[in-house]
Every structure is written in C-alpha cells, then in structure tokens.
C-alpha cells in the first residue's frame, strides 16, 4: 500500500530528525524563549522582509486558529471565512468554543472576493438592528485553500483593501504555504504575504516538521500579551526549542520551499496524467493537493493499492476523492499510482 | 403616527398591571418558588397536558435559547437551525458566546424540513473524519417562524422523528406561540406543541406580557439542576412572581389565545387589503406578522404616518417590509393603515 | 408571618406603578433607545454630574456583572475581588462562564483595600513566569458590600490609585448603592462614586423597582459598542422602556436616596434595640442589612413569626443571621420584631 | 552553567530519539489511530491493569486539563483543588477559559485531605441558595504535587471515597507520576493511582519524552466522543504517532519508572547534602523537586554557576528555590551542585 491520505503520514524530514539529534542535550528554558526559537525568529523576520514582526510558534493549527482568532475579537465580533474554510468545516467548532461565531460566506473554488468581504461587512453594519447580529471582526483565509487553490496577488490585495477600509485585521491560514507559494501558478512571494496580512502563519506539520506553526504578528494591536493568549489555549510547548530548531532548519537553505516545489512537481505530475486520461476535477488546485472524480469501480480498484481520501459524492456513481503529495513522496510512488490510473 | 413596527411596543395587556397593582405589597421569596410561580406552573401544566414536566420562567427569549441550549450540548456539540432562525441571525451570537456552533441549514420561508435534518445528522456521523466536525446535539425551530409561517402537525411529527431517531432533542422557540396557534391555518394545539417538543418556551414578551417566556422541559435528561443554568445565565429574576404573575393572568380565562386571536384577525384583514389591493407577499404568513412588497415611492410615502420596519431589498425600486399586530392593535389603526395603502 | 428575608420581597414603590399605569398605552422603539430611557439618563447624568458617561439598562444585577466584566477584559485576564464579592460568591460563575477567572482578595468584612490590589498586580506583574498566571484586568468591589458595610471616600481614592497606576479599571457594583449613600457612617455622594469608578451601576431591584440596574459608563474605552454586550449575554430588555420609566420615576424628586435614607432609618432601629438587648453583630453593617449572631433556640423562636436568612454557622449553638429592610418595610414590622428579640 | 530550573531543559532519552529515527518514514494515518498508538495504548493498560479503559494522546500538560475537566462538567459546575493546584496557579486560567470556575482549597504542602473536599461538597448542597454558588463537578488532585510532596494510599482512598459518596470523579493529574510512584516514601504503584482514579494523565513532558500526556479514562461516562474534545480544544496531534512511539518506548523495559528512579536518587542526594549543611526546606518534597531556602546571599552566589527557579520570598533576606533533577541530570552535575553548597 502507499498512502496519500494527506501531507502528514510521514515522521519529517531527515534534516529535522539530524539536528534534533545534534541539540538534543542542550539546556534551554522551557517556553519558546530560547536561543533556537530566537535564531527561528530572526531567519523568519529575513525571509518576510518583517523586521518588526512578532514571531510565536504552536504546535497545531487548530490550536494556532482559534488562539489568533480568539485574541483578536471582541465578545461580540465573529470571524468571517468561506464555508470551506478549515476552521468552519474541520475543526469541530474550536472557533466557537471560544465563543465567537464563524461568519461563512459562500465561496467558488474554497475562495472568497473582496465584493463579497464588503457586502458582508456593510450589511451588518447598515442593518436597523445592528447591534443584534454579529459584528464581523476578522477575516481568515487560506493560502492554499483547503482545495488547494490559491489567490492572485491582485486579489489579495483587493481583499485587504476591504479590511483596511473597515479596520478589521486579516489573517491567512497558511498551513500549506510553502505548496502555495512555490505553485507555478502563484504570482507572490513569502514577502508579498507578509505585506498584506495583519497576521498569519506559516506551517510546518504538513510541509515536513514533526509539528508546528509559525505565527507572525504584524499589527501592532495583535502583538500585546499573545503569549498569554497561547499559554491559555494550551498552546505553549514546554520544550519550545523543538519548534525553533524545527523551524530554524526548514528556513536555511531554502529547505522550507525547496520542500514544498518538489511535491507540486510530483502532484503536476499526477494532474497531467489524470488529465491525459480524461478525468476530471472538482477544483483546478495548483498545488500539492490533487482532487480527481472517480467512478465507484476505478475508485474501488485503486483503494486496494492506494490510501487516499474520499472528498464528496458527485453522483451516484462518482466520487471525488484526494491525493496529496509532501516532502516524502517519491517519484516510484507517483509513477505506481499513474500506472494504475 | 401610528407604529407597527413590532408586537412589543406598548406596555402590557391591562389585566396583567392590574394583578401587579393588586399583589404589590405581598410578600414572597425570590427567584420564581414562590406561589404565583407555583400557580402558573400548575395552570401552564394543565393547558398542556403534560403533568410532569418542568416550568420555569426567564425574562427574555435571547437569554433562553442561550440557557436552554447551552444546556443541553456537550461542548463539542451544536444546534442544528434555518439559517432566518433567531439564534442564527438575531442574537448577537449568543449562542456561540456560551461555546456552541449554530449549524445553520438554507430553510424555506423560514422553515426546514425533516429529511434536511436528517441528511446534516447522517453527514456528519459518516464523514470519515467525524470527530473534526461539530456533532449536531439539538434541533432549534421556531414556532411559527422569524417569517410567520407555521409548521403543520404532520411536518412537525417528521421532524420530532428524525430527532429521536437521532437521539437529540426538539426545541421550539415559541416567542410568538400564540398566533401561531390561533392562527386560521394552524392544525394543531398547545397540547400537540407540548407532546411533540422535547423542551419548549411560551412566549409572553411579544403576547402580551411586559416580559417574559415560559420554559416547559418535557425530556427528563434536561430537567436537571436547570436553575443553575438559569441563574448562571443571568436569566434568574430575583422579583420571580412577576413572571409567575403574569403566566398566571395570560392562562387564566384563555387571554393568551384571546389576544393572539385577536392580533391574528387584525393582521387577517391587513393581508386581505393588501392583496386586493395587488401587493404581492415576501412570504405567506399566516399569524400576525405581514411581509408586504412596497415601491419605494409607497413606502416612503406610508412612512410619513406609520411606523414599520425595513425588512430587505427585493430590486432597485421595492422593499420588503413588516407590519406587526399586537394585544393592543385597533381596528380603527388598521383601518387607517389599509385606507393609505 | 412577617419577612425581611431580603430587599426584594414585595412588588416596587407605588409611584413606578403609577407610571407604568400612566405609559402604558404609548407606542415606543424597542431595546432602550426610547424617549423614557432617555430621560432616564439625562437624569441620572445630571445627578451623578457626569454629562459624558454612557448609560445603559439592565434587567438583573448577575446579568450586568458579567456582561460589564467580560466586555472589559482581555482573553487571559481576570477580574480581582473581595472573596465575599457577589460574582465570587453567588452568582453560579457566571464571569467564569464568560470564561475569566474571578481572583479572589481575603478581605475584611466585606471590603478589600488599596495595598492588597497593589500586592496582587505587582505579585503577578513580576512572577518570573508571569504569562503563566491571569492577569488581573480589573478591579471589583461593592458599595455597599455584601456584609452591609461601606468604604470611605479616602479608602476609595486609595484603590482607584492603584487601578490608575496599573491602568486597569475599578467597577463598583451598586446593587445596593442608594442604602450605602444615606448610611449615617457615608461620607461621599454619588458625584463622588461616579467621578471614582470607570464604570458603576446603580441598583434598581433591591431599591423599589420591579427590576433593573443603571450602569454607568465613564471610560472611554469602555463605551464602544456596549450594547452589542448587553444583547449577546441577553440583558436588553424588548420593552426597554420598562427601566426608563422605573429610573426616571426613582430619580424624579429624590424617591431613590428617600426609598434607601428610611430602609436605613428602620435598620438602625433594629440595630439599637439588638445591640441595647446585648446581640452581637457579624459585621458592623451601617446600611439596610442587620447581621446580628443569634442563640439557636432564639433563631428557632424568632422563625416562627419572622422570616430571615441564615448568613453562617458561628458555633455549635449561634448562627449569624440576616434581616434586611428596604421600601416597603414599616415601623410596625420593625417594632413587632424587636418586641420579639 | 549547569541548570536545574525544571525537568524539561534537554530534548528526550536517548531511545525515544532512536525510535522516531528507526520509524521516520513509515506511513501512518494521522490523529492518534495508528498501530504505535494503538501498541502505547495496549501496553499502558497492561501496565495500569486496566484492559477496559480508554486511552488517549495529547500534547501538554494545560491542554491536557483544560480538555479533561471541561468535557466531564456540566456548565454550572466547577473543579475542586488546591490552591496551590497548577491548573489555579500556573495556567493561565485555561480552565475558567472554557468556562468553569476553579475552586481552590486550601491545602497544606500543596495537599489536601478527604475532610476539606467533603466540607465543600456539603456546604455547596446544604446552602439555602445552592442554586447561586457553582457546584462542584470533579475533584482534580495532582500526584505528585507541585510542592513535590505525594499521598498515601490511604490517603487517596479517603478521597476517592467522598468523590463516590457525591458522585463526582476525580482527576489525578500526573505530569510528573513516575517521580512519585518511585519516591522511597511511596506506598502506591501505578495499579493502585488507576483503580482509585476515574480518569487520571501519565506524563510525558516532565520525565523524558520530547512532549506528550497519556490521559487514562476508567469512568464510562467520561469515555464518550473524547476525541471530539481534544480535537476541539487543539490537541489533537495530526502526526499522533510521535505520542504512540515515545509512550510506547517509554512503557517498554520499565524506562518511564527507570528515568523517574534516578532523578530521585539524584535528588535524595542533594537534599541530603542540603540538610546535612542545615538548610532548611519550604517542603518535604521526597521527589525530583528540591525547595530549600536559601539567604539571599548564598543565592546570588548558586545563581553564578547554576539555574533554578526562585520559589517564594521567605523573609527580608531569605527566599525559597526549585532545584530540579530529570533523566539527563547526571551525578557530575549534582556533586557540583553540592560542593557550591
């Protein structure tokens, strides 16, 4: 069997494991404030071209979502987000738990506008009743979306646009980032990212870390107390040097994006043969995430080879289902799947 | 100018002032056990015909679908709503602000029907990954609806069955209970509410009352130590014997059905003029909220003599609009309203 | 049976009845935003000499501690209190359930001072891991307090200082604000409490009204978007001008300091004839609640014909107990009582 | 410099590294359902003698306790525990965050006794207004304590007995169990900790893994939809296998209680000297926490060769500290301490 369930199957990649190794006896204090997560900091900052940011790091992106989002809103404000969104669909209400509401707006593709952002945002705010509906206070995205889509630089900024007008900030999941910003269809870098969001992190569990994500803070209203927000969402790693010696090795020598290009080159690879082979997508994803329809039989066949995971019944006879790529997927492997196909 | 802006816009049905004036000086313990709480409870058990249930009585509706629902959940859990239903849409978050998702579905003139319920409940239980998913754990409707619809018997029991096939509980907000079963459509009684609903509220602001809603608990699971829930939600009204006194009064000589019946008629021949008159209808609601269409140009003009609310834009030239009946609606407002039509 | 249970045990002060009577026909606005509850504020500004403040209505004195609190707080703070303060003590957590630790201060009598909230915001500001412990957000303290007593203007000058430095702000609860103001031991005004705390209010349900607590909103930044607060923890009233005809009645030609200055007339007479009878006190209580430490054969004796709370166990044979006067109680009743002792 | 600030300054043992090493690329589902976790699961409950209790994997120790007490309470309940409590003290109010008070009991070397918890119980369900004080839903006790210190067998019997006579469970947080387990004083094995408590953690953290909390579940009702809460509340490890590996490694060849065994022989040794030298100690911790009190004198000087955490201010020149020992603390490192003494 090989497994495409998803880009977290495997442990990571032999550079984390090597210098987890090399530091392993080393006394640091506990808590992210030591020298590896310092020197993480230091090389994030360099590569966003963000010298004034806040950089914390969390284990998970639950954790990570519900802890930047939470710190961020009032009581009474809500975030808002397509209805795909990964803390509206897939994280069991964490959102909520904190007690604000997740404001979904309908999206194409796992994508939302910027005319959209605006008229949600003067619909509640020209209501009669105003003060009876939640107040939008934020808006998340993803880069890459959950179907593995990405923005134009243009679009981006249009959004953000809509959310300096109305002086909410603007966070972007970026849980797959890497797969995003190394797509060849992706028009910005990690620098263009860091300009537009107020606040947004980089991901490291799907893209070849044990665990971990990187938030980095660029309004200045979001940087007060975060480490207590993290402490209180059970986010702080006691050994917090795991995360900065991981994150501090995923950002020398390219390592964090040359990851993520290699698995895009390995998904184009499986998306050009789906696509010679006639079958369809249910999302033109240019990422590491591939999403073909399969009929019942091909898809019945195939799993008794392959993992990969069913995404939603098309018809009664098809189904589309998921394949991702990562840091560990090898060419023998995609080359065994295209055979099957 | 005459308002028709809502049924909670004069005080209270003059019966209830005068009971008010009359007990003033007696005394009693706090926090609804004292004897007039004790009397409606008896009085609200009789005309439901449910000898074991649970009575008890908040001050407001927003505050009971929180305490109410939130009692009810795991944390993990959400209430499955139309996306028009109160808790989704005017109430600030209420719900979300006690930890809990409001699973909205795309309802029909304000309502849902059974087999949509049942497909959000089998969707999330067979989604592979099911524990990233809010579990439904209620289902809230209205009764009639935000819109005036009503539910028939039969729709009603359909629902109640994918509930308890599901094992979750039924809960109707029954703000507006009372025209909703007086009205000329309506097929079933309080008895009928009361054997299908697992827990259920009688609405008192908008019928009459100066404030307040009756809880009745028929599932014996949410029955427990609710007053905690009550008090902790900040619902727990030290004078209690308000509520108690006025329940009391509204059940006493059937005047909780007198004035919807009442309020129902008025609205009757509103809806009667308007449609002779060629308006068409946002949606058909049968109890005492009407939803006229108006060219702007009418509703301006109306506007110079009557108090009605916006309710949404149809196109560039027509609104929709709300005019609601009350306890202390007179035909002769009635008859002035349809002569300006 | 006479009772002095509490200070809300009958119905309010005839004089709101009237009104209420008087209004009762007029069409308003919802929500409190009426023509009543304006006038309402204007004199409640005017007699509190603050002509900026924002003043909102409340039903319930739970509901408005909780509501002021969690609108005030960040994520991982809390709010700091005598351990005999009304949130800490008897309102079901209800800050807890807006997710805030209540950090509770050992007082004395009911009152906390300057120097123990100096040590606790300086004993968490300096912790060597201070992110780990809740910061204190906000200083509550009751006037009167729960035992009945009150502080001196020099005392409350002394904490607000401490609140100042640290830049967190003082709340007083007021429940009780009107018998505190007319103890014959005061030696501020009103003026004085509002030129002191951030944010107060000011209790309707213990001092003759049916229900309702004014608060009183003076920092700045602690206005904005107060009412989406009230509606989300459901305390905006839909007849909103209930608490506007009951503040503007109780604040017309001084009813408020009159209802509270005879409540304290009665409960000083109580206390004389106690302490002439050799009764020793549980607490030195100068305003409406009498705390005497009775025998329990006297308690026993004394419940055959009067009803009072049990405050606490003193020994195996005395019980303190509570007796309250308030509007409604007379001379009779006192004087029935203390022929009794 | 050689630190003793806590037990979680270095990476992990040795072998945990190896196995992550020998397992790194093997492809396993994600979320803890893997064969690793699975083979953890089978040898805990060996261990424990507990073939029917759940076991699952999460991230760190406040998580870990925020998670277990907010999935077993209802909402109006709240946890008993110590003051002292490191759920009360050192997390942030991660606890309250979810919307449950803390109730801290006074304890004595950060215990408290089976009389203290029934005393709190009864008052709470014998107060006259019951329904205005948070009940008490779980008792959480840490085992060892933060002071060091650990109950008896009997001791935890007299507990878990008035726990079973109110029908609440009782949580034994075990962040650092196998330093109590092999303490010389202790009379208990870890049998005994799962037979007496309903739900308890093993930890990871503090005794050699790179992270990870192993919470054991004995009570049914707490089993149900556990998953749904760690995935809520963010600690669900998308790589959960690292948490089945390391528990499996560390439960294998007796190493969990091997690692714990030598701290403690390291840490008899430096009390010893401590005592010999005729220091003083905050508490008679017999585990890998160590509290002398040292003159501030004599700190300053320790502080230029050593790390250890300043505990509490004694007096005007004497403060208490923490010396910590962990699997990586080696006799080198202890004897240096001891000749700076």
């Given at each position: 069997?090989?497994?495409?369930?998803s880009?977290?199957?495997?442990?990571?990649?032999?550079e984390?494991?090597k210098?987890?190794?090399?530091t392993?006896?080393?006394q640091?204090?506990?808590y992210?404030v030591d020298?590896?997560?310092?020197?993480?900091r230091a090389?994030?900052?360099?590569?966003?071209?963000?010298?004034?940011?806040d950089?914390h790091?969390?284990?998970?992106?639950?954790?990570t979502?519900?802890?930047?989002i939470?710190?961020?809103?009032?009581p009474?404000?809500?975030?808002l987000?397509?209805?795909?969104?990964?803390i509206?669909?897939?994280?069991t209400g964490a959102v909520?738990?904190?007690?604000h509401?997740?404001?979904?707006?309908?999206?194409?593709?796992?994508k939302?506008?910027?005319?959209?952002?605006?008229d949600?945002?003067?619909a509640?705010?020209?209501d009669?009743?105003?003060e009876h509906?939640?107040?939008?206070?934020m808006l998340?995205i993803?880069?890459?979306?959950?179907?593995?889509t990405?923005?134009?630089?243009q679009?981006?900024?249009?959004?953000?646009?809509?959310?300096?007008?109305?002086d909410?900030?603007?966070f972007?999941?970026?849980?797959?980032?890497?797969?995003?910003l190394?797509?060849?269809?992706?028009?910005?870098?990690i620098?263009?990212?860091?300009a537009?969001?107020?606040?947004?992190?980089?991901g490291?569990?799907k893209?070849?870390?044990?665990?971990?994500?990187?938030?980095v803070?660029?309004?200045e209203?979001l940087k007060?107390?975060?480490r207590?927000?993290?402490?209180?969402n059970g986010?702080?790693?006691?050994?917090?040097r795991l995360?900065?010696?991981?994150?501090?090795?995923?950002?020398?020598?390219?390592?964090y994006?040359e990851?993520?290009r290699?698995?895009?080159?390995?998904a184009?690879?499986?998306?050009?043969?789906?696509?010679?082979?006639?079958?369809?997508?249910?999302?033109?994803?240019?990422t590491?995430?591939?999403?073909?329809?399969?009929?019942?039989?091909?898809?019945?066949?195939?799993a008794a080879?392959?993992?990969?995971?069913?995404w939603?019944?098309?018809?009664n006879?098809h189904?589309?289902?998921r394949?991702?790529t990562?840091?560990?997927?090898?060419d023998e492997?995609?080359?065994?799947l295209?055979?099957?196909?």
């Open positions: 069997m090989i497994l495409f369930y880009d977290y199957l495997e442990g990571c990649h032999p984390i494991l210098r987890l190794q090399q392993n006896l080393d640091t204090p506990g992210g020298d590896y997560c310092n020197q993480a090389i994030i900052k360099e590569v966003c071209g963000t010298p004034d940011a950089i790091f969390l284990v998970g992106g639950t954790q979502n519900a802890t930047v939470s710190s961020a809103l009032k009474y404000q809500g975030v987000c397509a209805t795909t969104g990964h509206n669909a897939h994280e909520e738990h904190t007690g509401k997740v404001l979904a707006l309908e999206g194409k593709d796992g939302i506008n910027a005319s959209q952002v605006e949600a945002l003067s509640q705010h020209n009669p009743s105003y509906i939640v107040q939008p206070g998340y993803s880069y890459p979306t959950e179907l593995g990405i923005y134009s630089k679009e981006l900024i249009d959004i953000k646009k809509v959310c300096a007008k109305w909410i900030p603007l972007i999941d970026g849980a797959r980032l890497g797969y995003g190394t797509s060849s269809k992706c028009d910005l870098t620098k263009d990212i860091a537009i969001a107020d606040v947004f992190y980089i490291g569990t893209q070849g870390a044990l665990f971990g994500e990187a938030v803070i660029n309004k209203s007060k107390d975060f207590y927000n993290i402490k209180q986010g702080m790693l006691a050994k917090g995360l900065g010696i991981q994150f501090a090795t995923l950002f020398t020598d390219n390592l994006f990851i993520a290699n698995a895009n080159r390995l184009d690879k499986l998306r050009n043969a789906l696509k010679s082979k006639g079958y369809r997508m249910l999302a033109e994803s240019p590491n995430q591939v999403f073909p329809i399969l009929s019942d039989e091909k898809a019945e066949e195939l080879s392959f993992g990969f995971e069913e939603g019944r098309i018809d006879s189904t589309a289902v394949f991702c990562s840091w560990a997927t090898t492997q995609i080359d065994s295209i055979a099957a196909l």
